[in-house]
């Protein structure tokens, strides 16, 4: 990956795209006053650029704000609380050039597997997996073939994922070498702090450090998520096996969507090796 350089233009484009009243972080701060004071965007590039060389940032930019919104009326129960997470406007925008220049490095190096509909810039997200779904049940109907499918859903994916990982594939996929050491110093700061009902429910000094998983709600995550599934695209394509359309063409072999993962095969032991390779790889990796 080339050398990653921030120009004002890259923050201004990121900053026009944000939502002017996305619910910030610690620093309180929306982007409708990052877009109206244009003035602030060239510090801006010139601080982000200083950041790859300096100290570890404050913490201010690596802790984030959980808001714990009740599901109903019976609130009495952990489960029953869905996690908003609000980041540092600052960080966010560091992060979305950040994002734009990996995804530019992945794109022209075609690293990221066809089968991952879930980062795919210009996608239909969920439509095009659900179109080769009808394609393949036209051709299982018309030509009176078998099929075995399987439906992978991890377990709070985003949550598990460990940081030594998250390290690696970057490393593995040739992301410049100072953006990494940047985000893996960012990473040894990650925490985040609890709120209820408008109330802080973690102290100032005891926020809660991130040992695992990956920012909630930051730009980068989808992309570096699905990067980090990468590595069982691969494995699953270059086994052999899956479900052929047509006489000489390329095999189905499985569907990603984020972390929901459907996989074909022509009979059931060539879905069970599949399933195993996927569950080989998820243990090696410590997601299962």
């Keep these: 990956m080339d050398p990653v350089i921030i120009m004002p233009d890259d923050v201004t484009e990121v900053v026009r795209r944000a939502l002017n009243w996305k619910s910030p972080g610690l620093d309180g701060l929306h982007h409708y006053w990052l877009k109206e004071f244009e003035v602030c965007h060239a510090v801006l590039a010139r601080q982000f650029q200083e950041a790859f060389d300096q100290k570890p940032l ?14 109903d009326q019976d609130s009495t129960e952990r489960s029953k609380y869905r996690p908003i997470t609000c ?5 966010n925008t560091r992060t979305s050039i950040l994002s734009a220049r990996i995804t530019r490095h992945l794109n022209s190096n075609q690293v990221m597997s066809r089968a991952q509909n879930g980062c795919q810039g210009g996608g239909r997200g969920t439509k095009e997996p659900l179109l080769i779904d009808a394609v393949i049940g036209k051709v299982l109907k018309r030509n009176r073939r078998n099929l075995s499918a399987a439906w992978i859903d991890y377990k709070k994916a985003f949550d598990s994922v460990p940081h030594t990982w998250l390290k690696r594939v970057l490393e593995l996929y040739k ?58 695209s691969t494995l ?13 063409g390329t095999k189905v072999t499985h569907l990603f969507y984020m972390d929901d993962l459907k996989l074909y095969a022509s009979s059931r032991s060539h879905l069970m ?13 410590a997601v299962l």
């Excluded at 913490?59 to 984030?64: D, G, H």
């Excluded at 980041?87 to 960080?91: E, F, K, Q, R, W």
């Excluded at 090796?273 to 990796?285: A, G, K, P, R, V």
């Design 58 to 71: 404050p913490s201010l930019f690596t802790t984030w704000i959980t808001h714990l919104v009740p599901k």
């Design 87 to 91: 980041l540092s406007t600052i960080y």
């Design 175 to 232: 992301v410049n070498c100072t953006v990494r050491d940047f985000l893996g110093q960012c990473m040894g700061q990650w925490s985040t702090i609890l709120c209820h009902l408008g109330q802080r429910m973690t102290a100032a000094e005891n926020h809660i450090r991130i040992r695992r998983g990956i920012f909630q709600g930051d730009c980068l995550s989808p992309i570096w998520f699905c990067l980090s599934l990468n590595p069982l």
């Design 236 to 248: 699953l394509e270059g086994y052999g096996r899956g479900f052929q359309l047509q006489k000489g």
């Design 273 to 285: 090796e599949l399933l195993n390779i996927t569950c080989d790889f998820s243990n090696s990796i």
